[in-house]
């Protein structure tokens, strides 16, 4: 009896400690972390903070690899995704055997006209679609209520 109280006694103790050991070791690593993001630095020496500096100029240059590393990863699936759309892209041009629009206009004004003249016209449709001009008005506020 008197041996299993003086176990549970030692483990206690053990317990205390460790739990001290833990603290402390949490309390450097908090000061350590406030001193990383430029808080309390007034207590520092110069050997101090040169290597928080080496260390901060460290953990920058890993934050730029990684972010490097996202792009180029980024960079190669849009490269692949554009590869995809444009092979999608191929093959259905080649199922619909679609024209660009402005032909296909142009074949459509042909085929309306029963006399032949559709060409001129398909022509002539182009010129205006080529020069038409389009008047904007920018309003500022609610519509209507101009000044």
Same mark, same amino acid.
């Given at each position: 009896?008197?041996?299993?109280?003086?176990?549970?006694?030692?483990?206690?103790?053990?317990?205390?400690?460790?739990?001290? *050991?833990?603290?402390?070791?949490?309390? +450097?690593?908090?000061? /350590?972390?406030?001193?990383?993001?430029?808080?309390?630095?007034?207590?520092? &020496? +110069?050997?101090?903070?040169?290597?928080?500096?080496? =260390?901060?100029?460290?953990?920058? &240059?890993?934050?730029? =690899?990684?972010? =490097? =590393? !996202?792009?180029?990863?980024?960079?190669?699936?849009? !490269?692949?995704?554009?590869?995809?759309?444009?092979?999608?892209?191929?093959?259905?041009?080649?199922? /619909?055997? *679609?024209?660009?629009?402005?032909?296909? *206009?142009?074949?459509?004004?042909?085929?309306?006209?029963?006399?032949? *003249?559709? +060409?001129?016209? +398909?022509?002539?449709?182009?010129?205006?679609?080529?020069?038409?001009?389009?008047?904007?008005?920018?309003?500022?506020?609610?519509?209507?209520?101009? &000044?």
């Amino acid at each position: 009896m008197r041996k299993l109280l003086s176990n549970q006694l030692l483990a206690s103790r053990m317990c205390r400690s460790e739990a001290t *050991a833990l603290k402390h070791k949490i309390d +450097a690593i908090e000061a /350590y972390q406030r001193k990383l993001s430029g808080e309390g630095l007034g207590s520092c &020496s +110069a050997h101090e903070l040169q290597e928080l500096e080496l =260390q901060l100029e460290k953990s920058l &240059s890993c934050i730029r =690899q990684k972010k =490097q =590393q !996202k792009m180029l990863d980024k960079i190669l699936e849009l !490269k692949e995704k554009e590869r995809k759309l444009l092979t999608e892209n191929v093959v259905l041009r080649e199922e /619909y055997k *679609a024209l660009p629009l402005l032909e296909l *206009a142009t074949a459509a004004a042909a085929e309306r006209s029963p006399d032949g *003249a559709g +060409a001129e016209e +398909a022509e002539e449709d182009e010129r205006r679609l080529h020069y038409m001009e389009v008047e904007t008005e920018l309003v500022i506020g609610r519509p209507g209520s101009s &000044s």
